[in-house]
């Protein structure tokens, strides 16, 4: 879909951006008065960034009186019902992709998965308005206590763990996850997965559905959350958080790929700003600057790591340790087919399972199903 078919929608592609906002430049063209584009400017759109613009847009601003100008950018395309893949041979034109010997992105740079192949771990992210909510399976757990209580967590997180709670909790509801409802058809792996549980070692083990971001009478029951929902059935956040911090006046902005940040002074940034498709990035063989007062970097793991890094590249002084001590989450998807046998081994020692507990004290195991 070319950037602006989805403008009708509510989103906009960064030439439309450019078009409506003078105040944009082409770096190196005479610019006129000083003054800045944007109020807050987020990058990315994946969950950290629709909540801030969630919560930003809207809000007056104390020196104007006016409402904010909250954008959004956001390097991958809109999605709307029926464009996402739906068949195995579709997939290849919806991935970009780096390798270690070249991390410059190929395949198709709009496209909605974004592989990473590295030596030792590869990893997918999305691409695209709603980032990881757009192909993730939408299971909106609860972490345990304890995980808030390791240090490595910011003391206000640490210190005021049951607010943080809480307000997850709310925001899980604000996204719209459920578990199944009784009424609902549930699938066979559902009833495997419970006799999995009861027929775990120790005293056998307990066997909860979890809150998903589903809507369940629409949802097919096709598995295709991963590759992105053609059913509408799916809560990604561009029907969620999103959708709400455009209709209070945030521009949401895509094809817009974030190259850097240079600091300005009074604290305000210049963001220089590429497009991410390569035809329309190749007309313009210069990049766009916006200024902003503040900025909000929400572009994933990989993508507000690489900002920064390219940020400092040309100067812009960060930690020390960016870039480092990232791990993947570990989780496996063991196969379950006809009876659970006693043979199967779940790696405890490397506790991987993201949906498989023990609980030492209790001497249970608990299995977290998902039921589609
Ligand atoms: C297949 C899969 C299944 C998952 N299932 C679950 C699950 O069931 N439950 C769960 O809790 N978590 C799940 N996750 C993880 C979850 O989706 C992520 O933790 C979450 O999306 C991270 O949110 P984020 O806001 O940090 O970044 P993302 O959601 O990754 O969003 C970042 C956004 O920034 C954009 N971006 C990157 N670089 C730039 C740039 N330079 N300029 C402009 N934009 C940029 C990206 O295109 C992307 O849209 C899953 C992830 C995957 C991949």
Redesign the pocket.
């Known amino acids: 879909m070319p950037p602006d078919a989805a403008e009708h929608l509510f989103s906009m592609g960064l030439e439309s951006l450019m078009a409506r906002h003078e105040g944009i430049r082409v770096e190196g063209a005479k610019s006129s008065a000083e003054r800045f584009d944007c109020d807050v400017l987020i990058?990315?759109?994946?969950?950290?960034?629709?909540v801030t613009a969630d919560a930003l847009a809207g809000v007056l601003d104390g020196r104007t009186g006016q409402a904010s100008r909250v954008w959004v950018?956001?390097?991958?395309q809109h999605y709307v019902q029926g464009s996402f893949p739906a068949r195995l041979a579709e997939l290849p034109g919806h991935v970009r992709f780096t390798t270690p010997d070249n991390t410059t992105a190929q395949g198709v740079r709009t496209g909605l998965f974004?592989v990473r192949v590295g030596p030792d771990v590869c990893?997918?992210?999305?691409?695209?308005?709603?980032?990881?909510?757009?192909?993730?399976?939408?299971?909106?757990?609860m972490p345990e206590p304890q995980v808030f209580e390791q240090a490595a967590w910011p003391d206000a997180l640490r210190q005021d763990a049951a607010l943080l709670r809480e307000l997850a909790q709310g925001l899980s509801t604000r996204l719209g996850a459920q578990t199944c409802p009784p009424d609902q058809p549930r699938l066979a792996k559902h009833a495997a997965l419970e006799e999995l549980a009861g027929a775990l070692p120790g005293h056998g083990g307990t066997f909860k559905s979890l809150p998903?971001t589903v809507d369940w009478s629409s949802c097919q029951r096709c598995g295709d959350c991963?590759t992105g929902c053609n059913h509408n059935a799916k809560r990604s956040?561009d029907k969620t958080l999103l959708a709400s911090a455009r209709r209070r006046g945030a521009s949401l902005v895509t094809g817009?790929?974030?190259?850097r940040l240079e600091a300005l002074s009074g604290g305000r940034w210049r963001v220089w700003?590429e497009h991410?498709n390569p035809l329309l990035a190749a007309q313009t063989d210069q990049a766009f600057t916006v200024r902003a007062r503040r900025v909000v970097l929400?572009?994933?793991?990989?993508?507000?790591t690489?900002?920064l890094m390219r940020s400092r590249a040309h100067g812009l002084p960060t930690s020390g340790r960016l870039g480092e001590h990232f791990s993947s989450?570990g989780m496996c998807s063991p196969p379950c087919t006809g009876r659970p046998r006693r043979s199967m081994r779940w790696p405890m020692s490397t506790r991987p399972l993201a949906n498989a507990r023990w609980a030492p004290p209790s001497r249970r195991w608990s299995i977290c199903a998902?039921p589609t």
């Open positions: 990058v990315g759109s994946g969950y950290g960034a629709a950018l956001e390097r991958g974004d990893a997918v992210v999305a691409n695209g308005l709603g980032g990881g909510s757009l192909i993730n399976a939408g299971v909106m757990a998903i991963a956040l817009a790929s974030v190259q700003i991410t929400a572009a994933g793991t990989f993508g507000s690489e900002i989450n998902r």
